[in-house]
């Protein structure tokens, strides 16, 4: 896990969706409205797809 510029720790939630598919808790709370995205300092490599959501 990573840290942020204020110290705080970065990480992804992943669960196995139907079917096998891993589905990011991030990634559906975007898609949904709930959360926005911000710069938090820390490489994602899903950054990409956080964006499109």
Do not use: H, W
Request: with cysteine.
């Amino acid at each position: 896990m990573a840290k942020d510029e204020q110290g705080r720790t970065v990480a992804e939630v992943m669960a196995y969706g139907k079917g096998g598919v891993e589905v990011s808790f991030r990634e559906e709370l975007l898609k949904s409205g709930l959360i926005n995205t911000r710069q938090s300092g820390v490489e994602c490599p899903n950054q990409i797809a956080f964006e499109n959501a």
